[in-house]
């Protein structure tokens, strides 16, 4: 079979997504940190932290070599549970309907990835479900978790009632093809220009056993306010307050050219497009820094030299000129100011 060029990624995840494999290597008894060299990314507030694709990716062959697991992505998919894939997993078991559910998860994708990227389709005998690749190519484990999930969660939905009747994977075969009939139950084929689902017609008037109208309004609400928010087409400051955010949880310094690099442009290209739309590559470092600084600071038992250092920081003098420089105070009286309130918590 001829080889085929290294995967192209771009875009992001749900960083409340990567949160699962932490829970998983915890699970299996590893040291998640450990395994994958970063910090436990943080979901946000109201979930809305993302991590970029290559850093997912980098994430599961980590992950993967350490369990001597090359399976991992498939078994990734029984082990999530609905917190690990926001609000859209709560939204769908709402809905009437598979059938409802599947549109519901069309129209408001670009909470999971960065675009409307799935197509839903029917024929005569069944409906297919295909990313094609305006994803870019992500690579296998990302691939295989990411089917592995989204089947299951569509089993969930139709209580197992309509099996799948074949999947179609971009990458290419592996030497032995059993452990993914075994897992899909289907047909299963390598090689293909998309990845597709696809099942029997009758799935799509299957109804679902925990409907609820009066939820689904709410969280339909609730998703239009977060998707008003992630216009199609992310902006490059979007982009890069995520890659500084990313290089922070891992290699700590966010460099231009680390950053640079995760969002698919050369440095020069970054700064000058940043320039152009009246922000500073600088000014979103700080942002993030300080972002940063204020959660790690909440946490009493976490030592300014560690969060210093956390920060990118060789000197923890250097972190806390720059911390009076953005707050006008030390990060040592901040953090006394948070204990007089009683916002100080124990995380050790």
Known sequence: MQSRAAPHVHGTIPAVFAVGLFDYLRSVGKDAEAVLGRTEPDPGERGEGRVPM?????????????????????????AFSPRHAGMLSYLLPACDTVGEALAHYARFERLFYDDDIVEIRTDETSVHVAWGESRGR?????????????????????SSQVPLEEIHFEHDAPA?????????????????????????????GTRIRAADPVFRHALYE?????????????????????????????????????????????????????????????????????????????????????????????????????F?????????????????????RSLR
């Open 54 to 78: 290559q850093t997912w990716r980098e994430m599961l062959e980590r992950a993967s070599i350490a369990l001597d697991d090359p399976m991992l992505g498939l078994h990734l998919g029984p």
């Open 138 to 158: 992500p690579g296998r484990l990302v691939d295989d978790c990411a089917m592995s999930t989204f089947v299951r969660a569509i089993d969930e939905l139709a």
């Open 176 to 204: 032995d093809v059993g452990p993914y009939e075994r897992h899909f139950g289907c047909r299963v084929v390598f090689g293909g220009a998309t990845t597709r689902l696809t099942w029997p017609l009758r799935l799509l």
């Open 222 to 322: 609730q998703a239009e306010s977060l998707l008003a928010k992630r216009p199609r087409g992310r902006t490059l400051e979007a982009r890069v307050r995520d890659a500084i955010a990313d290089v922070l949880r891992g290699e700590g310094d966010p460099t231009l050219e680390a950053v640079a690099r995760r969002v698919e442009l050369t440095a020069r290209t970054m700064r000058r497009r940043l320039d152009d739309d009246g922000t500073s590559f600088r000014d979103l470092v700080d942002a993030a820094r300080l972002e940063l600084a204020e959660r790690l600071l909440r946490d009493a038992k976490t030592p300014l030299s560690e969060i210093a250092q956390r920060l990118g920081y060789s000197e923890q003098s250097a972190f806390q000129r720059s």
């Open 324 to 344: 009076k420089r953005w707050t006008g105070t030390t990060p040592r009286r901040h953090r006394e100011a948070l204990r007089a309130k009683g916002r100080l």
